[in-house]
């Protein structure tokens, strides 16, 4: 049995504005989260949500990870750089040289991503959401292969890949040097167990993972980090 990955969850100031962002973005639906907050459901195959969860932490650095979104052409390419911009979203420099094709985003909130330009071959069976590219070891990357059973698509020079076998985006990590991690993620995974939940966390804890606590209190699941310490929720089953 392996778990499965049923959403990724951004703390956000705004969660309702950030949502509204994303969802014009992205072009996906808005609805209720039962955990609070706001969640987005996905239009394609990406085959997890995207949820918002209030939090008051103020972002330093750059995030662990962000989206690549694909583009069909330059006009389309065009045309979703100027839709994120018209809902709030602004260019950013984060070291990007002059000459690269691809253009370097935040969100309101800050969060970073990346609209790809077309014609990328790594992408190219991938959807819109082409990557949550990640910072991180290969070490980390051969954990979430195991933890999803998703297979490696990707496995050199320490830079790694794994995708669903149902499709949808990639899942990618760079690689070193591995970013020092400052504090809590802002974005993580959360995980559905696909039967007894601490048989499940058992499993992830023999695979490299350990529990976390995030000052989380008394509740129903449960708390983990990755090897390279990265925050994640196992949840019970659905």
């Known amino acids: 049995m392996t778990a499965q990955l049923v959403a990724l969850t951004w703390d956000a100031h705004d969660p309702a504005a ?13 609805t209720g989260d039962p955990r609070g907050g706001v969640a987005l459901l996905p239009a394609d195959d990406t085959g997890f949500r995207i949820r918002f969860q209030p939090a008051d932490a103020v972002k330093t650095g750059q995030n662990q990870m962000h989206f690549d979104l ?25 070291g990007q040289s002059p000459d690269e094709e691809h253009v370097v985003l935040a969100d ?5 991503f990346c609209v790809i330009e077309p014609g990328n071959e790594f992408l190219a069976e991938c959807g819109f959401i082409g990557a949550l590219a990640c910072d991180g070891s290969q070490e980390v990357g051969y954990f979430w292969s195991a933890a999803l059973g998703w297979p490696l698509v990707w496995d050199q020079n320490e830079e790694t890949a794994i995708r669903s076998p149902h499709g949808g985006p990639k899942i990618t990590w760079g690689g070193p040097p591995v970013a020092p991690k400052r504090g809590k993620n802002r974005l993580h995974f959360d995980l559905a167990a696909d ?44």
């Open 18 to 30: 950030l949502a509204r962002f994303w969802a014009g973005v992205l072009r996906w639906e808005s």
């Open 70 to 94: 694909t583009s069909g052409s330059l006009d389309d390419q065009r045309a979703t750089v100027d839709r994120a911009l018209a809902l709030g979203g602004r260019h950013i420099d984060i």
């Open 108 to 112: 309101p909130e800050g969060n970073e």
């Open 195 to 238: 039967g007894d939940l601490e048989a499940e966390a058992e499993r992830l804890l023999s695979l490299g993972a350990r529990r976390a606590d995030i000052g989380q209190g008394d509740v129903p699941w449960v708390v983990m980090a990755d090897p390279d310490g990265n925050e994640f929720c196992l949840l019970p089953p659905r």
